[in-house]
């Protein structure tokens, strides 16, 4: 087994073989540019976007042509709430919702909209599992609100919301519904049109695929959705993403969304099982150790655990040879509580001594072991120490 053991696949996922063998290839072979429309070259890379486009549509349930390429899940959020809010502004409807367990990708938007350009904002609060509960929502959901925004999947806690009822009681209210699905896209059955959503964004780097890759679907069927662009340019992506289009990294991501699909029942249930294998061994020999967010409608491979009294900047320090985190890793540098445990009412101790674990597609049974050891051997030592 080599060292160091990464378990931090909330954060990041490497990049599957597979997957970098489709970027390679493409990378050597398909060098055109799409957009030149008289020659073969442009033909073919055109060619690669569309087959990558029907990949994504498919992991998704949506059709190709509602797939827009991005750089990733923060700009495809960011187009998806300003680009829906700019485009629908001024029409009789000026309210926004999102949680309060949201993503910075989402929230900053949020805010902006509701600071610097006029819009209601509401946030719901979630129960203290972390699931936002559907008729909580639809409370604040009126006459007046234009897009509701939820996380698929929560990147701390790993819990999994009940969209498929928020985007019911979304389409009943005449409201859009968004959801950043950048946790959730590969890991979990998504059906845009069964649940009724009307835009949804996709990190590639989030299911083994490259970093500076996503996507953003938008409905473009009962309802059709308007998007105003936030660039401009060579009207690439239906003119909502100007520029030329990253034809290998788009190639891995068609592939990262087809792997995820093909393989995802089965990596799911083995998981699983590692997940509550390590969380039983941890509980079994340590105590006061916490499970933040719901026991079971959470991501397969997601642990956020509080150890009492072991705050977790020197439990990392003792953790040679492990990558874990502390949470988000978007806020892991800014010496700050977790403000997702802080929604649940984790109290200010716990939340510090909070530890996210993130099982992935290439665990292994002997790292999972090695992982309980080491976690077991640290917080021991640092409890015996105070």
Excluded at 318 to 333: D, E, H, K, Q, R
């Amino acid at each position: 087994m080599k060292t160091p053991v990464y378990l931090d696949h909330q954060a990041t996922t490497p990049l599957d073989p597979r997957v970098l063998e489709v970027w390679q290839r493409t990378a050597r072979e398909h060098y055109g540019n799409p957009s030149s429309a008289g020659h073969a070259f442009g033909w073919a890379a055109n060619k690669v976007l569309e087959l990558a486009r029907e990949q994504v549509a498919a992991m998704i349930g949506a059709a190709p042509d509602e797939i827009l390429f991005t750089s990733g899940a923060t700009e495809a959020n960011n187009l998806a709430l300003l680009g829906v809010a700019r485009a629908y502004a001024g029409r009789g409807r000026d309210g926004l919702v999102c949680s309060n367990l949201e993503h910075p990708a989402v929230r900053q938007p949020m805010a902006h909209l509701a600071n610097k350009e006029g819009w209601r904002l509401d946030v719901v609060a979630a129960a203290e599992d972390g699931v936002v509960v559907p008729e909580t929502l639809g409370a604040l959901v009126d006459e007046r609100t234009l897009l509701v925004s939820l996380m698929a999947a929560q990147n701390e806690i790993g819990t999994l919301q009940m969209i498929n009822e928020v985007g019911g009681l979304c389409r009943r209210a005449g409201a859009f519904c968004h959801v950043d699905a950048a946790q959730a896209a590969g890991r979990v059955d998504l059906d845009v049109k069964r649940a009724q959503i009307d835009l949804m964004s996709i990190s590639g780097h989030k299911i083994y695929g490259p970093k500076g890759i996503g996507a953003l679907y938008v409905s473009r069927r009962d309802p059709r959705v308007t998007v105003a662009p936030l660039m401009f340019g060579g009207g690439q992506e239906r003119d909502l993403r100007p520029g030329t289009q990253n034809v290998p990294a788009i190639a891995a991501l068609g592939e990262a969304c087809r792997l995820a699909v093909a393989e995802r029942e089965a990596e799911n249930s083995r998981l699983a099982a590692m997940r509550d294998r390590l969380l039983q061994t941890l509980q079994a020999q340590l105590p006061d150790v916490q499970l933040n967010g719901h026991p079971t409608q959470r991501l397969a491979g997601n642990l956020n655990l509080s150890f009492g009294g072991v705050p977790v900047g020197r439990l990392l320090s003792a953790l040679s040879g492990l990558a874990v985190s502390a949470g988000s890793a978007c806020a892991s540098g800014d010496g700050q509580s977790s403000p997702v445990l802080a929604a649940l009412g984790v109290s200010p101790e716990l939340a510090a001594s909070s530890l996210r674990i993130g099982l992935g597609r290439f665990t292994t049974d002997e790292e999972v072991d090695f992982a309980a050891e080491k976690i077991v051997g640290a917080v021991s030592r640092l409890r015996a120490s105070r």
